[in-house]
């Protein structure tokens, strides 16, 4: 099975893996960004990387001898089916014709375009799928279409491997988890705003762990400041997922660590840019504060980038604000979803 965007929306996969993974062995193809993520989903044998020129935001050229190579290392694997999972704006059309290529008998997805040869199981987003529904809902709609319905006893909620012991990264006692970063910059709670929640939250004395990516460390040391434990850049996906885990809470944007945190069940403090519907990519199943002006005027323009002076959907948005989201999510069960 093919998801070929980054962390998050691999992680949103997780269902459909499990209902695929019941009845067939699963290899799944993923980008640079989701492959690490792929690894860390039950059901999953191994995993296949593959920079894609149509998907990535930052796509590499198309060249024949990489798509020549692509092809050559599917065929090689002897596959006999294929689930392309994509989201709302994506054809699954494109890698069909290379899956096709490379012998693949039987593909499934999602399509508005007239598949033609390319796909033998076509579901027709608008008419016998539901665009209006969470991620993970719609791909496992598209796995049980391609005849993998859920196993039984399967909940269908987010779900990762057990992660790494982190003990050695963490404060002794309950902390609160800041991730302030994103993979675009559209949907990410202003620097200043985050600094001052750390300080915020240590005046109370609660600990925060301030966490984030290689490339996030000028980021997390600005928000952790003296008062937070930054952890930017010293944890893999996998050790990230344990940080989540034993937090009593997360506050993060619309990103991967937001769909980790749900996927080992940690609530949610949701600072959600409306560029994409919360509908759909919402932290999924667990107990959540969404926050952020879902009217303001970048809503559904899919912007990597505010267009908006002033980034008003994020920006008015609190560090008072979200220590009482905090305050009314520490301590919830599970299937408790604050307004």
């Known amino acids: 099975m093919a998801r070929l965007d980054g962390a998050g929306d691999v992680v949103l996969a997780g269902p459909a893996v499990r209902a695929i993974a019941a009845a067939a062995e699963v290899t799944l193809l993923c980008g640079p960004a989701g492959a690490a993520a792929g690894r860390l989903l039950p059901g999953v044998a191994d995993v296949l990387t593959w920079a894609c020129p149509w998907v990535l935001a930052d796509p590499p050229p198309v060249r024949g001898a ?89 909940d269908g909620a987010l779900a990762v491997l057990p992660p790494p012991d982190v003990t050695d990264l963490l404060p002794a006692g309950p902390y609160v988890v800041v991730h302030p970063g994103a993979a675009a910059a559209a949907r990410q709670w202003p620097a200043e705003a985050a600094r001052e929640l750390v300080d915020l939250l240590a005046g109370t004395g609660r600990r925060v762990v301030v966490t984030g990516g290689p490339g996030e460390r000028e980021l997390t040391a600005r928000v952790a400041g003296r008062d937070g434990i930054d952890l930017g850049g010293r944890t893999d996906l996998a050790q990230l997922t344990g940080v989540l885990a034993g937090a009593d809470a997360v506050v993060v944007g619309n990103t991967a660590a937001a769909h980790l945190a749900a996927a080992v069940g940690t609530p949610v403090v949701s600072l959600f840019a409306p560029v994409v519907p919360a509908v759909r990519w919402r932290p999924y199943r667990v107990a ?37 989201a905090l305050d009314r999510l520490v301590g919830a069960r599970p299937a408790e979803v604050p307004a």
Not at 95 to 120: C, F, H, N
Not at 306 to 324: E, F
């Open 66 to 154: 990489d798509v020549e190579g692509f092809v050559a290392t599917v065929a090689a694997g002897g596959f006999d089916a294929a689930v392309v999972l994509t989201s709302f704006h994506q054809s699954p059309l494109p890698l069909a014709l290379l899956l096709r290529l490379a012998g693949v008998r039987s593909i499934s997805g999602a399509s508005v375009d007239y598949p033609g040869a390319l796909l033998d199981v076509r579901l027709r987003p608008g008419e016998d799928l539901d665009e209006d529904q969470p991620e993970p809902e719609r791909m496992l709609a598209i796995a049980r279409a391609a005849g993998f319905p859920p196993p039984p006893g399967d």
């Open 288 to 324: 959540q504060v969404l926050l952020g002006d879902q009217s303001a005027p970048c809503r559904d323009t899919r912007a990597t980038r505010c267009p908006v002076p002033g980034h008003p959907c994020l920006a008015g948005v609190t560090a008072t604000d979200v220590r009482h």
